[in-house]
């Protein structure tokens, strides 16, 4: 069966540094892979998408993933880190059918 | 394009009591979705419309949970008896007729319930 695993259920990091969730996934084929960002009172806003073609995803807010098929992983990236990106994260797959799956979340804390 | 709507916001009852929930998906979105998210998780699948069929529900969806979309439009979620273990997130999510591959899915705001 599809699943999504984010190792880390909490990660604080400084404005202005890199930051990078960790997103694992089991599934045989290539799966379609996802970022949402969800705020406190918002609904699920997706950053990027992934099925096919360059590995190396570009999203909205400066937001970047890539899939590595040998690692089983589609990590999210941003160079520099703003206040504002404090929020919970969540992976998500799909076969190409309706239904999502998604891991259990990340949720960051941006010091100033 | 108003996004998908959901109402109300946050609901208290107290246990026993029933509740519904209403979702607006986006005008000419026929796919409709619930999930539930429960403190410390990632949304679950409820269950699937398309137009006003329901084709899939989840086993999450016990026997006390009903889900409606009579004209194809907006979707009622109600849950009878509820239990404290049914204090989560409802959410709602719509997307348009199959010719995105992604099957990109745009969420509302979600329906806070908790049940005292």
């Known amino acids: 069966a599809q699943s999504v695993t984010q190792p880390d259920i909490h990660i604080t990091v400084s404005e202005g540094a890199s930051l990078e969730l960790r997103c694992n996934y089991s599934y045989g084929a290539t799966p379609y892979l996802f970022w949402y960002v969800q705020s406190p009172g918002q609904g699920l806003q997706l950053l990027l998408k992934?099925?096919?073609?360059?590995?190396l995803v570009q999203g909205i807010k400066g937001f970047e993933a890539e899939f590595k098929r040998s690692q089983s992983s589609f990590n999210l990236r941003k160079p520099s880190v703003h206040w504002s990106d404090a929020a919970e994260y969540f992976c998500?797959?799909?076969?190409?059918?309706?239904?999502?799956?998604f891991g259990t979340g990340t949720r960051l804390k941006v010091l100033a | 394009d108003t996004g998908v709507s959901q109402n109300p916001r946050h609901k208290i009852t107290k246990r026993g009591q029933n509740v519904t929930f209403r979702c607006d998906p986006i005008?000419?979105?026929?796919?409709l979705y619930w999930y539930r998210q429960t403190l410390g998780q990632g949304p679950e699948f409820l269950t699937y419309f398309q137009n006003e069929a329901q084709l899939e529900k989840s086993r999450l969806l016990s026997d006390r949970f009903s889900a409606e979309r009579p004209k194809g439009s907006f979707s009622t979620l109600e849950i009878q008896r509820t239990e404290q273990g049914d204090s989560a997130m409802y959410l709602c999510a719509s997307n348009p007729p199959t010719g995105d591959p992604y099957n990109e899915q745009f969420f509302g705001p979600g329906t806070r319930l908790t049940v005292l």
């Open positions: 992934y099925f096919s073609g360059d590995t």
């Open positions: 998500a797959t799909t076969s190409g059918t309706y239904k999502y799956i």
């Open positions: 005008s000419e979105h026929n796919r």
